[in-house]
């Protein structure tokens, strides 16, 4: 089931989708147009990313793999949902999209096995894990302001449930930019498989309801810009599009 989270009619709603359907918690039907504004499906505890998990992304970049998961915190107020706006700020000149698996935690948990980690997960939904490069000195250690920014999260349209997306480790993932396929990669090729980073991160924090995971990204970064038009697909999960637009006070 994919689930929704939305302001249609002056209010925040949750509901379902089918067939491009949005049936409220109330019953009533939309149609996706009808939808005023889209929220990120869930309202997370903490959204943990993690940087260099696919080997083709940090070659890129020129770095080696790293020896352990390399995890930074994405703030809350980062989050916009599905057609929302990320803003460009002032100090960027190299700004561009991370197309992430974003695996959403289901019930609290500590020191959790690999083994029993897809316990824990309530589902999956697309994240866009936004980045000035100009503030990143150290990609071991991301800076909270290459990634924090406000709008520099955007995720959704959906939380698809865990037993809806049959095969997590055999995911394509595609961005587009102005229609132009920009990005492609497969979670297959993650470094850091979705148990393992389950079982490192629990090993020292505590893991709750509606919590996020970000998995990483895989090779195929690029510039964007004010203006351009940003179309993130995973298979079974939707299409996650969201627009640029100029934040900068001096132009």
Same mark, same amino acid.
């Given at each position: ?81 599905? +057609? ?48 000035? +490069? ?6 071991? +250690?991301?800076?909270? +302001? ?15 449930? /865990? ?18 396929? /920009? ?69």
């Amino acid at each position: 089931m994919k689930h929704v989270r939305f302001i249609a009619e002056g209010r925040e709603q949750l509901g379902t989708v089918k067939d491009s359907i949005v049936l409220s918690l109330s019953g009533k039907p939309y149609t996706e147009d009808e939808i005023d504004v889209w929220l990120p499906p869930i309202r997370p505890n903490k959204v943990i990313g993690l940087a260099l998990n696919y080997a083709d992304h940090a070659e890129e970049l020129g770095l080696q793999k790293p020896p352990e998961p390399v995890l930074f915190i994405k703030p809350n107020t980062s989050l916009i949902g599905h +057609r929302g706006a990320i803003v460009y700020p002032d100090g960027a000149t190299y700004m561009h999209y991370e197309n992430e698996l974003a695996v959403v935690i289901g019930k609290a948990g500590r020191k959790i096995r690999a083994a029993d980690a897809f316990q824990y997960v309530k589902g999956y939904t697309i994240a866009n894990d936004v980045t000035v +490069r100009d503030f990143v000195h150290n990609y071991y +250690r991301p800076p909270i +302001r290459a990634k924090g920014h406000d709008t520099f999260g955007p995720m959704g349209p959906y939380l698809v449930d /865990r037993d809806d997306v049959p095969d997590v480790n055999r995911l394509t993932l595609r961005t587009y930019v102005n229609g132009e396929l /920009r990005q492609e990669g497969n979670t297959k090729d993650l470094i850091y498989t979705i148990p393992e980073l389950i079982e490192f991160i629990s090993s020292f924090m505590t893991l709750e309801p509606n919590d996020v995971i970000l998995t990483g990204t895989p090779k195929g970064i690029s510039h964007i810009y004010p203006g351009d038009v940003l179309r993130l697909e995973i298979d079974g999960l939707g299409a996650l599009e969201n627009t640029v637009i100029d934040g900068r006070t001096e132009k």
